[in-house]
C-alpha cells in the first residue's frame, strides 16, 4: 500500500484528489478574499455576518448556488449551454496537472516528481489547455442565445486571440533561455543565485517578459482590468447573463481556478517555482518529505501573492475599452514581446541567454517602447486631437437634418 | 439644429511620457489602494456595524418614522382636521374623525392610520398640521415581515410619542379654542423689545 | 358677462361696473349684476333668495351721484350697499376703488376678531365664505390681543347644530326661517356683540326645510348632524342630479367620495326649487348605503339556484321569455314599471318586453303617496309659494306616464295588474321596484308570484314577490345611476352617476341597453336620442345643470 | 347780548306747571287753535320759513322732512322720539316733565301738518315719573276734547299713545324706533325707503324729536320771522343748553345758539362756573357722540355749524359735559367707549366688533395695561368704523367713533405718558391672565 | 369652554304649571291691540304689563304672550332680549339702578354703586339675600344735572353721596313716586299701595330740587 502510494502512479492520483479538492476549497475561498480586499481597499469590513469574520459567508453562498432553481431557458441549445460552464472550469482544473508542485520526493529509494504528470512537453500541455478556456466562454455565450451573451463571447474570443500571442512570445522567451518545455526543469534550473544575493529566476533575466506575461495572464483569465466579457455596464453580464445557480458557480469557479493556474504558472516560469533562496529545503536537493511540503508551501505563497496582486489591480483599475483593449496587444506587448523573442534567440545564438546582457536587453527594449510611446502621436484614446469636429456630411448624410422626414 | 460654431472641442488632455505609458499611473492608483486596503485592515472601517452599532450622529431635522403627539393631559393631541391626509403628496394618512369624548375638544381621530410603506418622507404632513400632533421622529429603522405591519394605526404612532418625547418635545402650538394648550410666549418679540424701549425711555 | 340676464326679460339695463358696461335684469341689485358679470364682491347677508338687510355692510360700493348743490354726477363721497341699490339705466359704480377695498379688509378685521380659529376642526372648511374672503381680502393677522367672545355650541336642532362662536351674523338663517319655511323658530338674541342666533329652547328647530339653513349658513356657524366630522368637503366630488324623493323633482348634487354618498345638496334650479330642499330629500339617500340590498342576480329553474354571470344574463333571460311567450303566448306577458326608474330605463325595458311579446302589458308601478302637498311658508297658496314638497313620493311618475303613452298598446295601473295577475291572467312579468321603503303587499305579493309562471323581479331590497321569482335582479339606487326623471310639472330633467353600484353590479340601463339589443356603452345621450323619436319633449328639452348665478 | 327770554322753558318752576289750565292760562294751546285755522300746506310752509332745524341731534329742517311725504298716502303716522338716550343729555326730561302739554300741542300741530291720525311718543323706559306726567297730560287733553275724535271741535282727529321703550339707546335713531314701536328689535332699518315714504307699518311716517315738536307752538303763534329772529341765520330759534358734570350749576337752560361753550360754563346764568378748585380739562359739547373738545378750544360756539371746525361730529344735543383736571382721561375713554360697546344694536359689522373692540382696548387701557400701539389701533378702528359715511344702517358707528377719535387725538400726550408710568410687563402679564 | 353643547331643544317651560298670564293680565294687554295696526307692536307694552305684575318674563310667560300675540315664541325673546330692562328670571322686590354715565361717574358714582353694592352685599344683576334688592346699572338716567343718581323702581334718587346710600335703601319709601299716576302700566310691585295715596301736587314739585334750581336759572 505504502509502496502503491509512494510509487509515481500513486503519487499522482493523491495529487489529483489533492489538488481538485484543495483548489476547489481555495478557489473558494478566493472569492471570499476577492470580497474581503474589494472591501478593505473600499474602506469597508466585507462579509463578516457568517461565521467568524465571516469565513463561512462562502459555504452559505456555496450553498445558495447548489440550492437555487437551476434555471434554463427555453431558447438556449442546452446541450452546449450545461456543458458551456463545465468546459470552463474542467479546463481550467487541467492545467495544474503539469504544474511542479513540490520537486522531487524521495522514498526509499525512489524518487518520485510531486506532481500529477511530468510531461516533456509539460509548457505547451499547459498553455494549450489555457487556452482551451475561451471555449468555455465562447460556447456558453452562443449557447445562451441572447444578444449580450454572444457579444460577451464575441469579446472574449477577440481577447484570447490577441493576447495569446504576447502570451506565447513570452513563454518563448522562457523556453529559449531555459532549453526545456519540462516545468520542473525549469523550476530546477532556476535554484541557485547570482553573487550569492540574487536568485537564478527568469524574472532578473527577463523582467520585461514577466510583466507582459501577467498582464496577459490577467487577460487570459478574463480578470479585471480585461473583463469585457462580462461588462455589466454594457452587456448586463455578457456571456453568463442566462446562467444561475449551479452553473454560473462553475464559471465562477473556473475563474478562479483559471487565476491559480495562470499565477502557478508565471511563478515557475519566472519566480523559480518552489525554489527559494537560502532556505535548504527548497532546494533541488532536499528531497525528503519535509523538503516537499517546504517547497509546495513557498509555490502556494508566491501564488498567493500574484492571487493578490489580481485581486488588488481588479479594485484599482477601471475596465479597458474594448479599442484600448486591442491596442495594448497588438500596438504594444506583440512588438515588445518580440523584440523580446529576437533578443532570447539573438543571445541563445551568443551562449549569453543566462547572462546580464538578457537585462540589459530587457532594459533597452523598455526603453525604445518608452520612446515610442513618448514621440508617438496618437493619444491614448487612439484618436488624434486635431481632428475637425464630426458633420453630418462626413457620414453621408445630408447636410441639414431639416431634410430628413420620415 | 446645433451650429458648428455652438459646437466646443474639448481636447484631450496631454499626456506626459510616463502616463503615456500607463504603468506609473497604475502603480501610483495600487498604491493609493494598498494604503486603503491596510488602513481598513488595520485601522476601523467607514462602514458601521449595523444594527448593533447605531449611528451617532442624529440630526434635529432627520425625517423618520411618524408620531403622534400627545397633549399635556396624556390624550391623543390630533384634532383629526385632515390637513395632513390632505397636504400627504402620497395619500398615505387615513384618519377617521368622530365627536371627542373631552368638553375642551371638538373632534378627534378614532382611526389614525399610516400607511409607512407608501410615505415619502417629505415631512409635509408635519407641516400641514396645526396643532403639531404628527411630528417626524429621527427613528430610521421601521422593520416588519409584513405590508400590513408597516400601516402603524394610532396606537402604535401614539407609542413611538412615548418612547421618542424625551430626545424630541412636542412643539406645543396655541391655537384658539383649546384652553391649556401651547407655551410659547404669546407677545411676539417685537413687542417685547417695543416695550422694552418704552421702560427704557 | 350676462349670465344674470335670461332672455325672457325684455328691459336689460347697462351699468357701468368699474369702467365696464354691464347688463343685467331689470329689478336686479348692483350686486347680482356685479356677481353674475364676473366680479368676485364679498357679501355675507345677501342672498338671492332671501330679502335684503344689508347689514354685513361687506359689498358697499361708490356710486356716482347727482352733487346735492350742483346737481352734476359726481361719484358720491359715502359708500352705497350694492346688494341694497337696484340697477338704473346707465348707473355708475365702482368696486375697486380704495376706500371700497380698504372697507372690505377692515369688514373682515372685524368678522375675524371674535371668530375663533378653528378652522381645521370645522366642517365648513373648505367651502367656507369667511375663509375664502379673508384669504383674499384679509389682512394675515389679528391685531387683537384681547380675550375673544366666547360663545358655546348650541344643540338647536334634531339634525343642526349651532356654533355661535363662528357665527357672522349675516341673519339668512333667521330669513330663511321666516321667509321661506314660515316657521320662525331660529332668532337673534341680545344685542350688539352678544349677538347670538338662538331657537326658544323647547322650539328646536325642525321643519321639513331646515336643512337649508346649514345651505345658506356662509360660514361653519350651522352644521349638519348628519354630516358632521364625516368628511372634509374638499375631499368630495360633487355630481349634478335630481333627488329621487318626491315629485317635485329637485335639482341636486350628490356629494361623494370613495364610492359613499356622503350628503345632498341643493343646486340652483329657478323652474323647480330655487336654493332649496327638503329635508326628506336630503336625508333620504341613506338607503343607497344598506347593508340589506340585493346584489347577486339569482336564476331558479324548478329547485334549482344559480347565481349566472352578468354578462350571460340577457341570453338566459331572453330565452326563457321567449319560450314563455312560445308556450303562453305573447298577451300573456306584463312589465311594471316602477315610477323609480329612469324615464331611459323604463322606455328601454318596454322596449325589450314589446320586442319580445308585442302583445305585452305595460304596467306602471304604484305611485307611493303620503299626505297632502307641504307648500312653504307653511300654510302659503298662490304666488306666495316659495317651495312645495309634493304628497307623490316617487321622482318619476309622469316620465313612466309619457313612456306608456309613447309605447301604446295595453297598459294597465297597478293595482289591475296585482287584480289579473293573481287571476292567472299572465304568465311572464317583469317587475321592477326600487322603491327605497316596503311597497308590495305580502300576500297579494305572494299570491301572484304562485301565479306567473315566468317572474322577473328587480328590486334594490328582498320583496315578497322574490320568494316565487324565476330570476331576481338586484336594481340600483338613482345615484348610481344616469338618466332622467320628469317631475310633475313635466319638466325632464337629467341626473348623472355619482357612485358606482355595489360591486358586479351593472347600472341598470346599461343592463336593459344590451337587454334590448343595443350594442356599445350606455349613455342616458344616447337612448333620449332614440327616443326623441317616439317622445319628441325628449328631443331637446332636458334640463342641463344650471350654474347658480350666486356663490350658493 | 340781551337777556334771552326762555320760551321752552318759560313754564319750567312755574307751580302746577303740568296741570292742563295753568299752561292755558300761560297762553298754552293757543299755537295749535291758530294752526287749526291753516292749510297743512300752509303749516309745513310756515315751518319751513321757520327753518326750524330738528334737535335731536342731525339737525335736519322739520319742514322740508314733513315735505317728503308722499302726496297720495292714506294712512300717516306721527312718531315722537323721547327716546332721549345720549348720555349727559336730559332737556327732553326736564320739557316733559314741566311742561307736558307744550309738547302734545306740538304734537297736534305736527299732527295735524302731516295729517296724521296717529301719533305714537316713544318714552324711553327709563323715565318713570316723566311718562305718568306725559301720560295724564295727554288724559287732561283727551278730556278736554283737544285729542281724540274732532280736535278742537274741528274734523281732525288724532289719537296719541304712550309707547315705552325699554332700555336701548338705538332705538333713539328713528328708523330703529319705528322698529321698535312695530315690537321687533330696534334695528336701524336700511334706508331708502325713508320712513317718510315707509315707515312704521310700512305707511308714512314723520319721527321728530320732542324739543322740536315743542318749538312748534310758539312757531305758529309768533311766526316764523320771529323764530328766525332768534339766534345766528342758519341756527335759529331758541335751544336748550343741558351742562353738567362738576360745574357749579349743572342743569338745563334755554339760549341761543350764540353762546360759545365757556360762555355755557362760565356764565352765571348758565353753569356757573367750575367748582372751587377745578379746572376744565375737556368738555364733551354736544352729548357724548360728537367728540371732545380740549380747555383750548371752548370758545367753540354752540351752533349747528361751527362744532366742524373744532372736528366735531356736528351740535348733537348741546348738551355739555364738562371734566376738571384731576379726571384720568383713561376714564373718560372707558366709559364713552363702554357706553358704545354696550348700545351697539349689532346689525352692522363694523360698529357691532368695532365697538366691543374698542371697549375692550379702553378698559385694558385704564386697567393700567395699555400698549403704546392700542392708541393708534383705537384710531385706525374709529375710521375704520365710522368716518366713511354709508359704512353702517344708522349713525351709531359714527357717533362712536368720534368721541374715542377725538380724546385720543386731542388728549394723546396724556394718555401716552399714562402708558409710560404703568409697571414694566403689566400688559404682558395682564393679556395672559386675559387669555 | 367653547365645546360645551347648550340643549336649546328641549323647553325649559314646565307644562304643567298654572298659566303665568292672568286673565286680567290678558285682558289689559287685549286693550292695547287697537292702538297699533299690527298685534306684533304690542309686544313692547305686553312685556312691561307682565314684568309688572310678575316681576320678571319668565320663558312660560314669553309663550304665553306669543300665544296671544300670534307669534312665535322665538321672535318674544328676540324682542326681550334687545333690550335692557325685561328680567327673564325673578328679580328683587326693589330694583336698584344706579347711572353710570360719564356725568355720573365723574361726580362720583363709582364710588356710590360700590357702596350700594358693600350695602346690600351683592353685585351688578345680582339679588340680595332677603329679596327685597336687585341691582342693574343703566347707561344713562338722564339726570346729568343732579349726578350722581339711581333709580329704586321708579323713584330717582339725585346728588348721592357713598354716605346717603346706607340711609336711601334703609327708608321704606324710597321706590314711591308721589305724583298722580297714569293707570296704563301696573305700578311695579313695590309700587303698588303707594299710588293710590297720592300726595298733592304742590308738595311733590316743590320737594324735587330741581325745579328750585330751575327757577333760580330763568
Redesign the interface.
Same mark, same amino acid.
Given at each position: 500500500m505504502i509502496d502503491f502510494l509512494t510509487s509515481q502512479f500513486g503519487i499522482s492520483l493523491v495529487m489529483v484528489f489533492g489538488i481538485v479538492n484543495a483548489l476547489l476549497g481555495i478557489t473558494v475561498y478566493c472569492i471570499f478574499f476577492e470580497r474581503k480586499i474589494a472591501a478593505w481597499i473600499q474602506d469597508r469590513y466585507g462579509p463578516n455576518r457568517v461565521g467568524p469574520w465571516g469565513i463561512f459567508q462562502l459555504v452559505a453562498d456555496g450553498g445558495k448556488f447548489l440550492f437555487k432553481e437551476d434555471i434554463v431557458p427555453g431558447h438556449v441549445d442546452k446541450v452546449l449551454f450545461i456543458a458551456a460552464p463545465a468546459i470552463s472550469m474542467l479546463v481550467a482544473f487541467v492545467g495544474f496537472a503539469a504544474i511542479p508542485w513540490g520537486g522531487q520526493w524521495q522514498v526509499n529509494d525512489r524518487v518520485v516528481d510531486i506532481q500529477v504528470a511530468n510531461p516533456d512537453i509539460g509548457l505547451l500541455y499547459v498553455l494549450g489547455v489555457a487556452s482551451m478556456g475561451v471555449y468555455g466562454i465562447v460556447i456558453g455565450g452562443w449557447a445562451s442565445n441572447n444578444k449580450y451573451s454572444f457579444y460577451g463571447a464575441i469579446r472574449a474570443t477577440a481577447q484570447m486571440l490577441s493576447y495569446e500571442i504576447p502570451l506565447g512570445l513570452c513563454i518563448l522567451v522562457v523556453v529559449l533561455t531555459m532549453g526545456t518545455l519540462r516545468l520542473e526543469e525549469i523550476t530546477v534550473q532556476q535554484a541557485g543565485t547570482w553573487f550569492g544575493v540574487i536568485p537564478q529566476w527568469n524574472v532578473f533575466l527577463h523582467p520585461i517578459a514577466f510583466v507582459i506575461l501577467f498582464i496577459t495572464a490577467l487577460a487570459e483569465s478574463n480578470r479585471a482590468p480585461f473583463d469585457l466579457a462580462e461588462a455589466e455596464q454594457e452587456l448586463v453580464g455578457g456571456f453568463h447573463t442566462e446562467y444561475n445557480a449551479l452553473k454560473f458557480g462553475m464559471f465562477f469557479l473556473g475563474e478562479y481556478a483559471h487565476m491559480i493556474t495562470a499565477s502557478a504558472l508565471i511563478c515557475v516560469l519566472f519566480l523559480g517555482g518552489w525554489h527559494f533562496p537560502w532556505i535548504p529545503w527548497t532546494q533541488p536537493e532536499a528531497t525528503h518529505f519535509g523538503a516537499v511540503i517546504a517547497k509546495t508551501g513557498v509555490l502556494c505563497g508566491k501564488i498567493a501573492f500574484f492571487i493578490f496582486l489580481m485581486m488588488w489591480i481588479r479594485w484599482t483599475l477601471p475596465r479597458f475599452r474594448f479599442d484600448q483593449l486591442m491596442r495594448i496587444a497588438w500596438k504594444a506587448l506583440i512588438p515588445m514581446t518580440l523584440a523580446l523573442f529576437v533578443l532570447a534567440i539573438g543571445l541563445l545564438y551568443f551562449g549569453l541567454h543566462r547572462s546580464g546582457w538578457a537585462l540589459v536587453g530587457n532594459m533597452a527594449i523598455l526603453v525604445v517602447s518608452m520612446m515610442f510611446a513618448a514621440f508617438s502621436q496618437t493619444p491614448v484614446t487612439g484618436r488624434a486631437s486635431n481632428l475637425p469636429p464630426i458633420r453630418e456630411s462626413t457620414f453621408g448624410m445630408a447636410a441639414t437634418s431639416g431634410e430628413i422626414t420620415t | 439644429m446645433i451650429d458648428d460654431k455652438d459646437i466646443v472641442m474639448v481636447d484631450e488632455p496631454v499626456l506626459s511620457v510616463g502616463e503615456r505609458f500607463y504603468l506609473p499611473q497604475i502603480l501610483d492608483g495600487m498604491r493609493t489602494t494598498i494604503r486603503h486596503l491596510f488602513k481598513t485592515l488595520f485601522g476601523r472601517p467607514i462602514t458601521i456595524q449595523y444594527p448593533e452599532e447605531q449611528r451617532e450622529l442624529r440630526v434635529a431635522n432627520y425625517r423618520g418614522v411618524h408620531r403622534l403627539n400627545r397633549d399635556e393631559k396624556g390624550r391623543v393631541a390630533c384634532v383629526a382636521c385632515y390637513m395632513c391626509e390632505t397636504a400627504c403628496p402620497a395619500h398615505c394618512i387615513h384618519i377617521d374623525a368622530g365627536e371627542?369624548p373631552w368638553?375642551?375638544?371638538?373632534k378627534y381621530p378614532i382611526k389614525f392610520d399610516l400607511d409607512e410603506l407608501r410615505c415619502i418622507y417629505c415631512g409635509m404632513c408635519e407641516e400641514a398640521c396645526p396643532v403639531d400632533a404628527i411630528e417626524l421622529t429621527t427613528e430610521f429603522s421601521l422593520v416588519s415581515r409584513t405590508r400590513e405591519e408597516m400601516i402603524l394605526d394610532k396606537e402604535e404612532l401614539l407609542a413611538i410619542h412615548d418612547r421618542t418625547v424625551a430626545e424630541k418635545p412636542r412643539k406645543n402650538p396655541r391655537i384658539t379654542?383649546y384652553?391649556n394648550t401651547g407655551d410659547r410666549p404669546r407677545e411676539p418679540a417685537k413687542n417685547r423689545t417695543n416695550l422694552a424701549k418704552e421702560e427704557g425711555a | 358677462m350676462t349670465a344674470a340676464c335670461n332672455g325672457r326679460l325684455k328691459l336689460m339695463p347697462k351699468i357701468i361696473i368699474d369702467n365696464k358696461e354691464v347688463e343685467c335684469r331689470e329689478g336686479a341689485s348692483v350686486l347680482e349684476a356685479a356677481l353674475a358679470g364676473g366680479w368676485n364682491v364679498p357679501h355675507y347677508c345677501f342672498h338671492p333668495g332671501l330679502k335684503v338687510v344689508a347689514s354685513c355692510r361687506l359689498c358697499l360700493m361708490e356710486m356716482k351721484m347727482p352733487h346735492p348743490k350742483t346737481q352734476e354726477l359726481d361719484w358720491a363721497p359715502k359708500l352705497v350697499p350694492s346688494c341694497q341699490t337696484h340697477v338704473r339705466e346707465g348707473m355708475e359704480v365702482r368696486f375697486d376703488s380704495d376706500p371700497v377695498k380698504k372697507n372690505v379688509e377692515n369688514c373682515m378685521e372685524f368678522f375675524l376678531l371674535n371668530h375663533?380659529l &378653528?378652522c381645521p376642526v370645522c366642517d365648513q372648511a373648505g367651502e367656507c365664505h369667511l375663509q375664502d374672503y379673508s384669504f383674499e381680502f384679509g389682512r394675515a393677522e389679528s391685531r387683537m390681543v384681547d380675550e375673544k367672545w366666547?360663545n358655546?355650541?348650541?344643540?338647536?336642532?334634531?339634525k343642526t347644530?349651532?356654533y355661535q362662536?363662528r357665527c357672522v351674523l349675516c341673519s339668512r338663517c333667521i330669513r330663511f326661517t321666516e321667509e321661506i319655511s314660515g316657521?320662525?323658530?331660529?332668532?337673534?338674541?341680545?344685542?350688539g356683540s352678544k349677538l347670538e342666533i &338662538?331657537?326658544?329652547?323647547?322650539?328646536?328647530l325642525d321643519n321639513p326645510l331646515q336643512g337649508n339653513v346649514v345651505d345658506v349658513c356662509p360660514v361653519g356657524c350651522l352644521l349638519d348632524k348628519d354630516f358632521l366630522f364625516k368628511k372634509r368637503v374638499w375631499s368630495l366630488e360633487s355630481t349634478p342630479s335630481v333627488c329621487a324623493g318626491c315629485a317635485t323633482g329637485c335639482s341636486i348634487r350628490v356629494d361623494h367620495a370613495e364610492r359613499v354618498v356622503h350628503r345632498l345638496k341643493p343646486r340652483y334650479n329657478p323652474k323647480v326649487n330655487d336654493w332649496w330642499m327638503c329635508d326628506e330629500g336630503r336625508f333620504g339617500y341613506k338607503y343607497v348605503h344598506d347593508d340589506k340590498r340585493v346584489t347577486t342576480p339569482t336564476v331558479r329553474r324548478g329547485l334549482e339556484d344559480s347565481t349566472p354571470e352578468w354578462a350571460d344574463l340577457p341570453g338566459i333571460i331572453r330565452y326563457r321569455l321567449e319560450e314563455n311567450v312560445q308556450a303562453n303566448g305573447s298577451e300573456k306577458v306584463a312589465a311594471v314599471l316602477s315610477p323609480f326608474m329612469g324615464c331611459e330605463e323604463a322606455w328601454l325595458l318596454g322596449k325589450f318586453i314589446r320586442d319580445a311579446a308585442p302583445d305585452a302589458t305595460l304596467v306602471i308601478g304604484p305611485i307611493p303617496r303620503s299626505g297632502e302637498d307641504q307648500t312653504f311658508p307653511i300654510g302659503a297658496t298662490g304666488d306666495d309659494i316659495r317651495f312645495t314638497i309634493s304628497q307623490e313620493k316617487c321622482p318619476n311618475r309622469r316620465g313612466i306616464e309619457m313612456v306608456l303613452e309613447a309605447a301604446g298598446g295595453k297598459t294597465l295601473d297597478f293595482e289591475a295588474f296585482v287584480a289579473s295577475a293573481t287571476a292567472g291572467a299572465f304568465s311572464a312579468a317583469w317587475v321592477v321596484g326600487g322603491y327605497p321603503a316596503e311597497w308590495l303587499d305580502k300576500k297579494l305579493a305572494v299570491k301572484m308570484a304562485a301565479k306567473i309562471e315566468l317572474l322577473i323581479v328587480q328590486d334594490i331590497f328582498e320583496n315578497p314577490l322574490m320568494g316565487g321569482a324565476a330570476v331576481v335582479l338586484p336594481a340600483c339606487a338613482w345615484v348610481e345611476r344616469e338618466g332622467s326623471f320628469v317631475n310633475k310639472a313635466g319638466l325632464i330633467q337629467t341626473f348623472e352617476r355619482a357612485i358606482s353600484p355595489p360591486e358586479g353590479v351593472p347600472q341598470d340601463g346599461a343592463f336593459f341597453f344590451a337587454l334590448a339589443g343595443f350594442e356599445g356603452l350606455y349613455t342616458g345621450e344616447r337612448v333620449r336620442e332614440q327616443m326623441a323619436g317616439k317622445i319628441p319633449a325628449f328631443a331637446d328639452a332636458y334640463e342641463a345643470p344650471l350654474k347658480p348665478v350666486h356663490a350658493h | 347780548m340781551g337777556k334771552f327770554e326762555?320760551v321752552l322753558?318759560?313754564n319750567?318752576?312755574v307751580?302746577?306747571s303740568?296741570?292742563l289750565k295753568v299752561y292755558e292760562l300761560r297762553g298754552g294751546y293757543r299755537g295749535v287753535r291758530k294752526a287749526l285755522k291753516m292749510t297743512p300746506e300752509e303749516l309745513i310752509d310756515e315751518v319751513k320759513d321757520a327753518n326750524l332745524r330738528g334737535r335731536g341731534g342731525a339737525g335736519f329742517p322739520a319742514g322740508v322732512k314733513w315735505s317728503f311725504l308722499p302726496k297720495d298716502r292714506t294712512t300717516t303716522y306721527l312718531c315722537v322720539n323721547a327716546d332721549?338716550?345720549?348720555?349727559?343729555? $336730559?332737556c327732553?326730561?326736564?320739557l316733559m316733565e314741566?311742561d307736558p302739554h307744550q309738547l302734545v300741542e306740538g304734537i297736534i300741530i305736527a299732527a295735524y301738518a302731516t295729517q296724521s291720525q296717529?301719533a305714537y311718543i316713544y318714552l324711553?323706559?327709563? $323715565?318713570?315719573?316723566q $311718562?305718568?306726567?306725559l301720560?295724564?297730560a295727554v288724559?287732561e287733553a283727551y278730556a278736554s276734547g283737544y285729542l281724540g275724535q274732532g280736535v278742537f271741535g274741528s274734523d281732525y282727529s288724532l289719537?296719541v299713545?304712550?309707547?315705552?321703550? +325699554?332700555? +336701548?339707546?338705538v332705538c333713539g335713531e328713528e328708523t330703529g324706533l319705528i322698529e321698535?314701536?312695530?315690537?321687533?328689535?330696534?334695528w336701524p332699518r336700511i334706508k331708502p325707503p325713508f320712513p317718510a315714504i315707509e315707515g312704521l307699518?310700512r305707511?308714512p311716517t314723520v319721527v321728530n324729536n320732542v324739543e322740536t315738536l315743542s318749538c312748534l307752538p310758539h312757531i305758529i303763534e309768533r311766526g316764523a320771522s320771529w323764530f328766525t329772529s332768534i339766534g345766528p341765520p342758519h341756527s335759529a330759534g331758541p335751544k336748550l343748553f343741558?351742562?353738567?358734570?362738576?360745574v357749579n350749576?349743572?342743569?338745563?337752560?334755554e339760549e341761543t345758539m350764540e353762546i360759545t361753550v365757556r360762555e355755557l360754563i362760565e356764565r352765571d346764568?348758565l353753569g356757573g362756573g367750575m367748582l372751587p378748585g377745578k379746572k376744565v380739562k375737556g368738555v364733551?359739547p354736544g352729548g +357724548?357722540s360728537m367728540g371732545a373738545l380740549t380747555a383750548d378750544e371752548l370758545d367753540m360756539k354752540m351752533d349747528f355749524d361751527d362744532p366742524r371746525k373744532y372736528g366735531l361730529l356736528g351740535l348733537g344735543t348741546a +348738551?355739555a359735559?364738562v371734566?376738571?383736571e384731576d379726571?384720568d382721561i383713561r376714564?373718560?375713554l372707558r366709559?364713552?367707549a363702554?357706553?358704545y360697546g354696550?348700545?351697539s344694536?349689532g346689525q352692522c359689522t363694523q360698529c357691532r366688533e368695532g365697538t366691543s373692540w374698542m371697549y375692550k382696548i379702553a378698559l385694558r387701557i385704564e386697567e393700567g395695561a395699555g400698549r403704546l400701539e392700542d392708541l393708534d389701533i383705537l384710531l385706525e378702528t374709529a375710521r375704520n368704523m365710522g368716518m366713511m359715511p354709508g359704512l353702517s344702517i344708522c349713525g351709531l358707528p359714527d357717533g362712536a367713533t368720534y368721541p374715542i377719535e377725538t380724546i385720543v387725538k386731542k388728549f394723546r400726550s396724556e394718555l401716552e405718558a399714562a402708558i409710560r408710568a404703568q409697571p414694566p410687563g403689566r400688559a404682558q402679564e395682564m393679556l395672559r391672565v386675559l387669555n | 369652554?367653547?365645546? /360645551?353643547?347648550?340643549?336649546?331643544?328641549?323647553?325649559?317651560?314646565d307644562a304643567d304649571a298654572p298659566s303665568a298670564l292672568s286673565e286680567a293680565v290678558r285682558e289689559k294687554i287685549r286693550s292695547f291691540f287697537p292702538?297699533?295696526?299690527?298685534k *306684533?307692536?304690542? #309686544? #313692547?307694552?305686553a312685556?312691561?304689563i307682565v314684568q309688572n305684575t310678575n316681576g320678571h318674563v319668565s320663558?312660560q310667560a314669553?309663550?304665553e304672550i306669543a300665544d296671544l300675540?300670534e307669534?312665535? @315664541?322665538?321672535?318674544? #325673546?328676540?324682542?326681550l332680549?334687545?333690550?335692557?330692562?325685561?328680567w327673564t328670571h325673578p328679580k328683587g322686590k326693589k330694583v336698584v339702578?344706579v347711572c353710570?354715565?360719564?356725568?355720573c361717574? #365723574?361726580?362720583g358714582g363709582a364710588d356710590v354703586l360700590a357702596e350700594v353694592k358693600k350695602q346690600l352685599g351683592i353685585d351688578e344683576h345680582g339679588t340680595s339675600a332677603d329679596g327685597q334688592y336687585s341691582l342693574v346699572t343703566?347707561?344713562?338716567?338722564?339726570?346729568?344735572?343732579?349726578?350722581p343718581c339711581m333709580?329704586i323702581?321708579? /323713584?330717582?334718587h339725585k346728588h348721592l353721596r357713598p354716605a346717603d346710600v346706607a340711609g336711601i335703601l334703609a327708608d321704606e319709601s324710597n321706590d314711591r313716586?308721589a305724583? @298722580?299716576?297714569?293707570d296704563?302700566?301696573d305700578a311695579p310691585l313695590g309700587a303698588v299701595e303707594g299710588s293710590g295715596e297720592s300726595a298733592s301736587?304742590?308738595r311733590v314739585?316743590?320737594s324735587t330740587s330741581?325745579?328750585?334750581?330751575? *327757577?333760580?336759572?330763568?
Open positions: - | 371627542s368638553e375642551d375638544r371638538e379654542g384652553e | 375663533p &378653528d366666547k358655546p355650541k348650541k344643540d338647536i336642532g334634531p347644530l349651532l362662536d316657521t320662525h323658530e331660529l332668532t337673534l338674541v341680545n344685542r &338662538d331657537v326658544f329652547p323647547g322650539f328646536p | 326762555p322753558t318759560r319750567v318752576g307751580p302746577h303740568t296741570d332721549e338716550s345720549e348720555p349727559p343729555t $336730559f327732553n326730561r326736564v314741566h296717529v324711553r323706559g327709563e $323715565f318713570h315719573e $311718562f305718568h306726567v301720560q295724564k288724559d289719537d299713545y304712550l309707547h315705552r321703550g +325699554a332700555g +336701548a339707546y321698535s314701536l312695530e315690537g321687533k328689535r330696534g307699518f305707511k343741558c351742562i353738567s358734570g362738576p350749576r349743572p342743569g338745563c337752560y346764568d364733551l +357724548a +348738551a359735559v371734566f376738571d379726571t376714564l373718560v366709559n364713552l363702554r357706553f354696550t348700545e344694536c | 369652554m367653547a365645546w /360645551k353643547t347648550i340643549n336649546r331643544q328641549e323647553s325649559v317651560v292702538r297699533y295696526e299690527t *306684533r307692536a304690542v #309686544l #313692547l307694552p312685556l312691561w320663558h314669553m309663550v300675540l307669534i312665535h @315664541p322665538s321672535d318674544v #325673546l328676540d324682542t332680549s334687545f333690550y335692557t330692562h325685561f339702578t353710570r354715565s360719564l356725568s361717574e #365723574l361726580m343703566e347707561e344713562c338716567l338722564a339726570c346729568c344735572d343732579h349726578a333709580i323702581n321708579e /323713584k330717582t313716586l305724583i @298722580p299716576r297714569s296704563l302700566f301736587v304742590d314739585i316743590g330741581d325745579v328750585d334750581e330751575m *327757577r333760580d336759572a330763568d
